[in-house]
Structure formats: structure tokens, C-alpha cells
């Protein structure tokens, strides 16, 4: 997929767009298949970029799928609306890191110590 | 054959659950983990115990299925995949193999509902069914094997979490001299969060179910030209469950939101040591392994 495909894609069109990378994501995870996975995190960084951008910050199109029954699916949406929404975020995240599965538990504990502005990571 | 789902889930929450299951393994299989520590054919066991651990993580990706119901439709027994759990119908839509983690099947899933998956499995459970019948023998194919693995290991975390006793059915399982082979795996991932200095001195001690596990990942940090000994050195050695172990050495490869869009190992390419060990000692918190 590509930056223009994107481009004309309408925001429901984006929205299912971003479901259907999460389930490959998940899927590529399972198969232990990380080149897959990493292609995969290019294009849905395609994706919520391009909600981002589009007037009103579409991204809040994402905050339905906090109740998708996929923990991937809730996991990146919650990841890719934590600035908009971050508590409605950090109680996905919570129940994310409660259930211990791994590796969708780990990313939302680290997503957690974000929120509180104590990231284990500084980057830079 | 439509793919099974993975994921890990359903640990006991509770510290005293936990070391109240740790304790009584450590207890039964304490035999066995001498009798493979005084072997010869070191290296043949090595090979065994992988074979064995590559069995018992695909019957624990097996069990991950949320909503996993120990009764739902399997393929009958004579098939070729007799005792694998099945779905009906091939891939796609309310089939979709790649709705791997959860009960609900996407194209039912309506935003604002509330689906059982996002509960941990377990939680309200007032009594339970009884534990899987135990055969006496080890089966012949390995898809049997997996099906009791994972009904076992299912009942045994449900149990643990509802706070229902499981201290009888151990005694069962250990009765069963073929399953010992299998178990310490599962059980060393329930272990509970530990010190770095607990899990340093853990290391001078391997078992199984265990690796040891460098906190400063080993290969890169021989590329960017760390010295074996700083790498080999004991404080650089944990000893932690054969699958967190995995875990980590999976996250370390995939790009990650925490480090701007990269995976640790490419965000940790010409880094220090100190940062190596913070990232290493991080992933540990994060997969549960070390106390933060």
C-alpha cells in the first residue's frame, strides 16, 4: 500500500483499513513472521498518519475499535489515539497489561509508564 | 486446517497463588531436574528439551485462544487432526483466521458492545469444571499430547485465578511419570516477578523450563565489539522461564511504538552498555519476569 492510496481513501475506508493491518499484524506474530510484522507496522504508521492529517483529526474514527473483540486491533488503536484520548486509552492499556497476554501486554504497559510521564525509553 | 490462535494469557494474578504453584512444582519435579542435570548426553538432552519446549509452546498458543471452551467442537478422534480444535468453515469473515486472540468474531463486532474477550478468561468463575482426565500413558501422536496440555494447563490457571484448590490435581500429574517432561515449561512461566539479584543467582543454577537468558542481547552486542567477557559476565545472566525468553528475543526484532518507530535491537545499534542493560532490564519488567 502507499502513501497515495491512502490519500484517497475515505475515512471508513481507512478505519477498515487499519482493522484489517492489525488482524495481518496479528497474525504475522503468531507465525513468528517479524519481517512480515515490520512491513506491516509501515503501513498502518501509513494509515493513522493519514487520519492525522486530514481535517479535525480523523484518528478519533479509531476510538470505536477500543471494543473490537481482537486485542491487537484494541492495542493499536489505543496506541494510535493515546494523545487525543489518553484515558480512555490507559483503561484499554490496563486491561491489555491485567490479561498478561504477551506480547500485546508488554506494549501496553510501557504505554501506561508513557501516560504517567515515567517512560523507561528516552529516546535521543 | 484453519490456524489456531496464540497468545499467553491467564496467569495467576495473585503473588500467593503463584508462589503457592511454583513451590508445589519445584517440590514434585525436583527428581527429575537432578536426574537431567547428573546426565552425560548433555547435548542429546539439550536437543530433547528443545523438541520438548517447541511441544508445549504450541499447545500453550493453543490454549491462548480467548474464549477457549474445552468443549467445543474438535476433530473427531481417528482423523488426522484428531483432538485439534476446530472452527467451522474456512478463512474469512466470521472465520477469519487472523481474528486470532478472541472469542468474537470480527464481523459481528459492533462498536460500543461489550465482549467477554475483554475480561480475562476466568474472572467470576463460581465453580468450575473438574480437571481433565489424566491418560496413563503418553499418547502416540502429538496432537493428543497437545490437547491435554493444553486442557490441563487451561483448567489449572482457571482454577488459580477462581482461588479453587489445584493441589490435587498436581499430585495427579505427577503421578503420570510421562508428563514430567513436559511440565516444568509451564510451570516455569508462572513464576512470579523477581529481583535482578534473585534472577542473577537463579542463573548459576539452570533447570528446566529455564534458559539463561543474556540481559544485554549477545549477538549485537558482539558486533558493536562489547567483549565477551563484559557479555558472559554474571551480572549480564538471568535465569528466566524458556518463554518469556522467546518473548523477548521476538520483541527485540519488531519495531515498537516506545522506540520512535524501530525495534529495540535497531534502537540499540551502537549504543552503550548502560543503555543496553536499561533496555534489557525494561523488556524483563515488561514481560513480567523482573519486579519493577
New interface residues.
Partial sequence: MTRSNVKTMTVNELVQRF?TIA??Q??A??N?E?AT??KL??QM?AVRNELKSRPGDQRSALL??Y????????LKAA?STMEIAPEAARKVFR?IA??????????A???IW?LDGK???R?G | MT?L???????P?TLQVRLEIAKAIQKLFAPEQQRFSADAELAKIQRDQEEIAQIVRDAW?IL?K?GFNPNEPRVPAGNPDGGQWTREGGSGGAN???????????NT?Q?????A????PGIGRSQGPPPPEIPPEQPTTKQAIYAFLTAAAYWLVEAALAGEPVGDFLLALQAAAWLSQYLPYIYAYLDPAKTLAELQQDALSPEVGYNIHHIVEQTSAAQDGFPQSMIDAPENLVRISTFVHW?IN??Y?????????L?PRD?LRGKSWDERM??GE??L????VLQP
Avoid at chain 1, 67 to 74: A, G, K, S, Y
Avoid at chain 2, 98 to 106: C, G, H, M, N, W
Avoid at chain 2, 117 to 120: K, S, T, Y
Fill in positions: 482493522v488482524l495481518d496479528d497474525q506474530l503468531f513468528d517479524i510484522f515490520n507496522y509501515g504508521d470505536p475499535l471494543t473490537h473483540p481482537n486485542i491487537q486491533v484494541r496506541l486491561k491485567d490479561s498478561r497476554r504477551y506480547p500485546q501486554a508488554a506494549d504497559l510501557a504505554a508513557r517512560p523507561m525509553v529516546l | 490456524r490462535p496464540r497468545i499467553l494469557y491467564a496467569v494474578q498458543r491462548g480467548a477469519d483466521p487472523r481474528v486470532l486472540s478472541d472469542a468474537t468474531p470480527d463486532w462498536p460500543g458492545a461489550q465482549y474477550a475483554n475480561d480475562p518473548q521476538a520483541w526484532s519488531t519495531r515498537n511504538d516506545e522506540f520512535d518507530g525495534s534502537y536499561r533496555v525494561y523488556a519488567i515488561l514481560f513480567g
